[in-house]
């Protein structure tokens, strides 16, 4: 079954699950007798209080047939304040609704366990002292090998020695969803900053500050469900058999992935948000076979102080998917669906660290880290084997992207991108970018992959479809900075690495900071249509493009340029003067076995008001360019200055002796028709025909070695051979010549003369052989075929 038909299954299965609930079972907590001391409820107005249950050491259990708590109501869970676990489990057939409050006392951690599944409403509400852990699971294992099971209820006399729980087993066959259901979120970017501002929604499910909330069953929706646990940890863990291992962390408790467990599907739909900002920034654990998150829905951790925020981790086996766009049924959102794990405070923010087989963003969604105040932002890992980004938001806006920036406010360093996959694409606009918008400073992109393919631009065509580690501007907010950051690098380790259609790879300073480098190595490099390759800078330090490739190829007005000017050209299109004096321009190297550069493609390490660059080129081959004074229609490599030839840079090409470029043949438009010079052949009607006589064969080219594959064919008249003929000596004859010696050296002797010296095997009594010869005689004439005898060496 695909992701398509599995995402359907689950929702048709979680509609039809929910037309079927018992309208008796909304208002019900009964409990059962299966404990040693059974659960008792006490019904209120608009309260049930829970007492009794069985009692070990500081763990509480409780056991209900029916759990549910109907909106404006509230189970009141009356525990002693020594205790530190509840643990609730629902033996009946029934899930339970809950559209009020849960309340307990003290710090009490509390798991409430139903394998038939678990809905909380809009009006849901949390109030304890310690963490919340809904689960589907069967039962809880203990560290003395005993079970709290939920399907299989029985007599717990060997609780009676457990001290902490170890893990959730699911051990069913379809364990029940989990649901949280609400109005969305109201999370926002700062129209003045373009800082990520987190503003309260109207409904959570939330624990106190530092605590863990987690939901661990079968498939888990999120449908406008709001979670938070501000400053603590979130888990989603969607497993359909095996367990979860539980530690337990003084305030927090975390789970862990186990060997051949079987995970489902969770899907965040309609600005659900799960929240872990706080001083400092908490984290959340994902784990499933599929996630999406779409409608505007999010995942966010903010760290607000001053101390390190908390890493992230999402892990699906399958797919990882974010979705843009909205259907129009969901709230207003000024975010974009995503995750979003960043600083506005001092501290640095927490890493995230994403892992699947396939990782998907599309119409406008967006993976965020960075700083929003004098913090540092983390940094983002992705490893995936396929890692797609394409399409706009519905109103052609919002670009989707990866990105680890630094905005207005922010004095921060922004974390780094790392990616190793086996095929990124980026397509439609679509954008990796570590850039900086004032004075805080560009983390670095970092690549490896077997395939990469940046395609496209955004729908007004400012925006190609690319890597950026730029300082740039922001024309679309309120501030204008101060660009003072410096811009940060970009690396790519490739098989091959293919731009098209005005695709990018661009580092630059728009700024007074310093630009960033190119680091490139791909056995093939394809640039098409308007792609381009680019380090500019206006004021500060230059940037360096270096390039090693098998096969460097330039097409349709590509570019690799390392230029400097005060007049830059906008993502809009917009050209301005920033003014101030431009650096000079970068440098470029290039190691190729093969450079084509066609079609006005250039390569330019230019300067405007200033000194131009290096371009050095080591090549074995270069194709449809060459260097050139300045710029002209045709493909060139320059490294000029507007302030005149005294300013300009070097351009050095290494290449072999000969030329390759010469050996490129133009062929003509109009080829000659040639059927009418051809001669017609011999008409075999007439008793015409072609013979070749003799012994066949065709000379070998003196140039070559003998081989002695081909037979000698005397070309003479035939009277000319029968009045030369001579008789070729027999075989006995020929074994009384003497032999031929094989040339070894020469030496010169006291005339002058050159004799030719062969050596003699033998011991003591070994020497040479000396044939004569004149230092400048020439060659003697060829003797004639009749005197040549075959020799066997040959």
Same mark, same amino acid.
């Not at 710090?107 to 139903?114: D, G, K, Y």
């Not at 661009?506 to 381009?532: F, H, R």
């Given at each position: 079954?695909?992701?398509?038909?599995?995402?359907?299954?689950?929702?048709?299965?979680?509609?039809?699950?929910?037309?079927?609930?018992?309208?008796?079972? *909304?208002?019900?907590?009964?409990?059962?007798?299966?404990?040693?001391?059974?659960?008792?409820?006490?019904?209120?107005?608009?309260?049930?209080?829970?007492?009794?249950?069985?009692?070990?050491?500081?763990?509480?259990?409780?056991?209900?047939?029916?759990?549910?708590?109907?909106?404006?109501?509230?189970?009141?869970? @009356? @525990?002693?304040?020594?205790?530190?676990?509840?643990?609730?489990?629902?033996?009946?057939?029934?899930?339970?609704?809950?559209?009020?409050?849960?309340?307990?006392?003290?710090?009490?951690?509390?798991?409430?366990?139903?394998?038939?599944?678990?809905?909380?409403?809009?009006?849901?509400?949390?109030?304890?002292?310690?963490?919340?852990?809904?689960?589907?699971?069967?039962?809880?294992?203990?560290?003395?090998?005993?079970?709290?099971?939920?399907?299989?209820?029985?007599?717990?006399?060997?609780?009676?020695?457990?001290?902490?729980?170890?893990?959730?087993?699911?051990?069913?066959?379809?364990?029940?969803?989990?649901?949280?259901?609400?109005?969305?979120?109201?999370?926002?970017?700062?129209?003045?900053?373009?800082?990520?501002?987190?503003?309260?929604?109207?409904?959570?499910?939330?624990?106190?500050?530092?605590?863990?909330?987690?939901?661990?069953?079968?498939?888990?929706?999120?449908?406008?469900?709001?979670?938070?646990?501000?400053?603590?940890?979130?888990?989603?863990?969607?497993?359909?058999?095996?367990?979860?291992?539980?530690?337990?962390?003084?305030?927090?408790?975390?789970?862990?992935?186990?060997?051949?467990?079987?995970?489902?599907?969770?899907?965040?739909?309609?600005?659900?948000?799960?929240?872990?900002?706080?001083?400092?920034?908490?984290?959340?654990?994902?784990?499933?076979?599929?996630?999406?998150?779409?409608?505007?829905?999010?995942?966010?951790?903010?760290?607000?102080?001053?101390?390190?925020?908390?890493?992230?981790?999402?892990?699906?086996?399958?797919?990882?998917?974010?979705?843009?766009?909205?259907?129009?049924?969901?709230?207003?959102?000024?975010?974009?669906?995503?995750?979003?794990?960043?600083?506005?405070?001092?501290?640095?923010?927490?890493?995230?660290?994403?892992?699947?087989?396939?990782?998907?963003?599309?119409?406008?969604?967006?993976?965020?880290?960075?700083?929003?105040?004098?913090?540092?932002?983390?940094?983002?890992?992705?490893?995936?084997?396929?890692?797609?980004?394409?399409?706009?938001?519905?109103?052609?806006?919002? *670009?989707?992207?990866?990105?680890?920036?630094?905005?207005?406010?922010?004095?921060?360093?922004?974390?780094?991108?790392?990616?190793?996959?086996?095929?990124?694409?980026?397509?439609?606009?679509?954008?990796?970018?570590?850039?900086?918008?004032?004075?805080?400073?560009?983390?670095?992109?970092?690549?490896?992959?077997?395939?990469?393919?940046?395609?496209?631009?955004?729908?007004?065509?400012?925006?190609?479809?690319?890597?950026?580690?730029?300082?740039?501007?922001?024309?679309?907010?309120?501030?204008?900075?101060?660009?003072?950051? @410096?811009?940060?690098?970009?690396?790519?380790?490739?098989?091959?690495?293919?731009?098209?259609?005005?695709?990018?790879?661009?580092?630059?300073?728009?700024?007074?900071?310093?630009?960033?480098?190119?680091?490139?190595?791909?056995?093939?490099?394809?640039?098409?249509?308007?792609?381009?390759?680019?380090?500019?800078?206006?004021?500060?330090?230059?940037?360096?493009?270096?390039?090693?490739?098998?096969?460097?190829?330039?097409?349709?007005?590509?570019?690799?340029?390392?230029?400097?000017?005060?007049?830059?050209?906008?993502?809009?299109?917009?050209?301005?003067?920033?003014?101030?004096?431009?650096?000079?321009?970068?440098?470029?190297?290039?190691?190729?076995?093969?450079?084509?550069?066609?079609?006005?493609?250039?390569?330019?390490?230019?300067?405007?008001?200033?000194?131009?660059?290096?371009?050095?080129?080591?090549?074995?081959?270069?194709?449809?360019?060459?260097?050139?004074?300045?710029?002209?229609?045709?493909?060139?490599?320059?490294?000029?200055?507007?302030?005149?030839?005294?300013?300009?840079?070097?351009?050095?090409?290494?290449?072999?002796?000969?030329?390759?470029?010469?050996?490129?043949?133009?062929?003509?438009?109009?080829?000659?028709?040639?059927?009418?010079?051809?001669?017609?052949?011999?008409?075999?009607?007439?008793?015409?025909?072609?013979?070749?006589?003799?012994?066949?064969?065709?000379?070998?080219?003196?140039?070559?070695?003998?081989?002695?594959?081909?037979?000698?064919?005397?070309?003479?008249?035939?009277?000319?051979?029968?009045?030369?003929?001579?008789?070729?000596?027999?075989?006995?004859?020929?074994?009384?010549?003497?032999?031929?010696?094989?040339?070894?050296?020469?030496?010169?002797?006291?005339?002058?003369?050159?004799?030719?010296?062969?050596?003699?095997?033998?011991?003591?009594?070994?020497?040479?052989?000396?044939?004569?010869?004149?230092?400048?005689?020439?060659?003697?004439?060829?003797?004639?075929?009749?005197? *040549?005898?075959?020799?066997?060496?040959?």
């Amino acid at each position: 079954m695909n992701y398509s038909l599995q995402l359907i299954w689950f929702l048709s299965t979680f509609c039809l699950f929910c037309l079927t609930i018992p309208l008796g079972t *909304l208002a019900q907590i009964v409990p059962d007798s299966t404990l040693p001391n059974n659960t008792i409820a006490i019904t209120g107005k608009n309260s049930i209080r829970i007492e009794g249950g069985t009692q070990t050491g500081s763990n509480l259990f409780h056991s209900f047939r029916e759990f549910a708590i109907p909106t404006g109501s509230e189970a009141y869970f @009356n @525990n002693t304040l020594n205790i530190q676990n509840i643990f609730s489990r629902v033996t009946g057939s029934n899930f339970s609704h809950i559209d009020g409050i849960i309340r307990a006392n003290g710090q009490a951690n509390l798991f409430l366990i139903n394998p038939s599944g678990i809905i909380f409403g809009r009006h849901a509400q949390l109030n304890i002292g310690g963490s919340f852990i809904a689960t589907t699971a069967n039962s809880i294992k203990f560290d003395n090998g005993s079970e709290f099971n939920a399907s299989n209820p029985q007599n717990i006399a060997s609780l009676l020695t457990i001290k902490v729980p170890i893990g959730l087993q699911f051990s069913g066959a379809n364990p029940g969803i989990i649901n949280v259901e609400g109005s969305g979120h109201n999370f926002g970017f700062s129209r003045k900053t373009g800082a990520l501002e987190t503003n309260e929604p109207t409904n959570n499910l939330a624990v106190q500050p530092g605590k863990t909330l987690a939901l661990i069953g079968g498939n888990i929706a999120l449908t406008g469900g709001n979670l938070k646990a501000e400053s603590g940890s979130i888990a989603l863990f969607s497993i359909v058999r095996g367990e979860a291992p539980i530690e337990m962390n003084n305030n927090q408790i975390t789970f862990k992935n186990q060997p051949n467990t079987q995970f489902g599907n969770i899907i965040l739909s309609g600005t659900a948000s799960i929240n872990t900002s706080g001083l400092p920034g908490g984290y959340f654990q994902i784990q499933s076979r599929n996630l999406t998150l779409e409608q505007g829905s999010v995942m966010v951790s903010i760290n607000q102080g001053s101390q390190p925020g908390k890493n992230v981790f999402i892990n699906a086996l399958e797919n990882i998917e974010l979705i843009g766009r909205k259907t129009g049924n969901e709230t207003n959102s000024g975010i974009g669906t995503g995750f979003f794990v960043r600083t506005n405070g001092s501290g640095e923010a927490g890493n995230l660290t994403i892992t699947s087989d396939r990782l998907t963003l599309r119409d406008g969604a967006a993976i965020a880290m960075g700083t929003d105040g004098s913090g540092n932002s983390g940094h983002l890992q992705i490893i995936a084997n396929k890692v797609f980004l394409g399409g706009l938001s519905a109103d052609g806006a919002t *670009l989707t992207a990866i990105v680890s920036n630094p905005t207005i406010p922010s004095t921060g360093i922004g974390g780094d991108i790392n990616i190793q996959t086996q095929q990124l694409t980026l397509e439609n606009g679509a954008v990796i970018s570590v850039s900086t918008f004032g004075a805080g400073t560009s983390g670095n992109i970092k690549v490896i992959a077997d395939e990469i393919l940046f395609r496209g631009t955004s729908t007004t065509g400012g925006i190609g479809s690319g890597f950026y580690a730029r300082t740039t501007l922001n024309t679309d907010l309120i501030s204008v900075p101060q660009l003072t950051g @410096n811009a940060g690098n970009v690396t790519i380790i490739a098989n091959r690495l293919r731009l098209q259609d005005r695709g990018r790879i661009n580092v630059g300073n728009l700024g007074k900071g310093n630009a960033g480098n190119i680091n490139i190595t791909a056995s093939t490099i394809e640039l098409d249509n308007q792609s381009l390759i680019t380090a500019t800078q206006r004021q500060a330090e230059q940037g360096n493009i270096t390039i090693q490739s098998e096969n460097l190829r330039l097409r349709h007005n590509s570019n690799i340029t390392t230029d400097a000017s005060s007049t830059v050209t906008l993502d809009t299109g917009e050209k301005i003067n920033l003014g101030g004096n431009s650096t000079n321009g970068g440098n470029i190297f290039i190691t190729t076995n093969t450079l084509v550069a066609l079609e006005n493609s250039d390569i330019t390490a230019n300067a405007q008001q200033s000194f131009g660059g290096r371009v050095i080129i080591n090549s074995r081959g270069i194709f449809g360019t060459t260097f050139r004074q300045q710029t002209t229609p045709q493909s060139d490599i320059t490294a000029t200055s507007s302030l005149g030839a005294q300013f300009s840079g070097i351009v050095q090409i290494n290449t072999p002796d000969t030329s390759v470029s010469e050996s490129v043949v133009h062929l003509p438009g109009n080829f000659v028709a040639m059927d009418d010079r051809i001669v017609s052949s011999c008409r075999t009607s007439q008793n015409n025909s072609f013979s070749i006589t003799g012994s066949g064969g065709l000379p070998e080219s003196p140039n070559e070695t003998l081989l002695g594959r081909t037979v000698w064919r005397d070309l003479r008249p035939p009277n000319e051979i029968s009045r030369h003929n001579t008789t070729l000596p027999s075989p006995r004859e020929t074994s009384k010549l003497t032999p031929i010696i094989e040339v070894t050296g020469w030496i010169k002797n006291l005339q002058g003369e050159v004799e030719l010296i062969a050596g003699v095997q033998g011991g003591r009594g070994a020497g040479v052989q000396r044939c004569r010869g004149h230092q400048n005689s020439k060659l003697s004439p060829v003797p004639s075929p009749q005197s *040549l005898i075959p020799n066997p060496l040959f």
